[in-house]
């Protein structure tokens, strides 16, 4: 079975330094990796994938991520972290070829940027 | 133009009684999800739905119902509302296939049933 680990229930940042959220998972196949945001009060919104191909992956508003195979890690990161970053981050994973599979997502992590 | 659309917003109730959240999506996408997020922001799938056919059904109670009258449209009711079913529900879509495989989601329906 498919599972997600984020071992950060919250991560605190101060503005301008990188931050990094962290996400290691399980499958018995190969994954589809994703991340997702979700602002207070909001849905979540879709940030970046990794399907194939270059394991560094770019998403929106300057995050990306790195697909590590060896470590099952799919770890977020951004050089410089802003104020407006703060929110609630969920790794998620589906199994490849994915056949109308659902996503499993880590519990979530909150990330603090502190001004 | 909202990609993912779910009404009510918000959802108070009474115990016991049936309600239904609506979703649509202008996506063309061929596959639905409900997902439930509780209190604990923990995120987790009930029902797909592909091309109007009931895919995935997480043991979740038969008091949920999923209703797809069309692709584009995944209704959710729930009979006999318990306290436990306070939490936001999110309806999502994807189109299966052609390396795509992203899910869209709604806004989320926040349910508390008093």
């Known amino acids: 079975a498919q599972s997600v680990a984020q071992p950060e229930d919250q991560v605190n940042v101060a503005e301008g330094n990188p931050l990094t959220v962290k996400c290691t998972y399980s499958?018995?196949?190969?994954?589809?990796l994703f991340w997702y945001v979700q602002y207070p009060n909001r849905g979540l919104q879709f940030l970046l994938k990794?399907?194939?191909?270059?394991?560094l992956v770019k998403g929106s508003y300057g995050f990306e991520a790195e697909f590590n195979k060896s470590q099952t890690s799919f770890h977020l990161k951004k050089p410089s972290a802003l104020v407006s970053d703060s929110a609630l981050y969920f790794c998620?994973?589906?199994?490849?070829?994915?056949?109308?599979?659902?996503?499993?997502f880590g519990k979530g992590t909150r990330l603090s940027v502190i001004a | 133009d909202t990609a993912v659309s779910q009404t009510p917003k918000y959802l108070v109730t009474q115990m016991g009684n049936d309600k239904s959240i609506k979703c649509e999506q202008n996506?063309?996408?061929?596959?639905m999800y409900w997902y439930k997020q509780d209190s604990k922001k923990f995120l987790k799938i009930m029902f797909s739905?592909?091309?109007?056919?009931?895919?995935i059904n997480e043991t979740v109670p038969n008091r949920f119902s999923p209703k797809s009258p069309d692709k584009a449209h995944l209704n959710l009711h729930i009979n006999s509302l318990e306290l436990g079913d306070s939490a936001v529900y999110f309806c999502a879509s994807s189109q299966e296939g052609q390396s795509q495989e992203t899910q869209y989601f709604g806004p989320g329906t926040r349910l508390l049933v008093l």
């Open positions: 996506l063309g996408h061929d596959t």
């Open positions: 499958v018995s196949g190969n994954p589809y």
């Open positions: 739905y592909n091309n109007k056919e009931l895919i």
């Open positions: 998620a994973v589906r199994l490849s070829p994915s056949g109308n599979t659902p996503l499993v």
């Open positions: 990794y399907i194939t191909g270059d394991n």
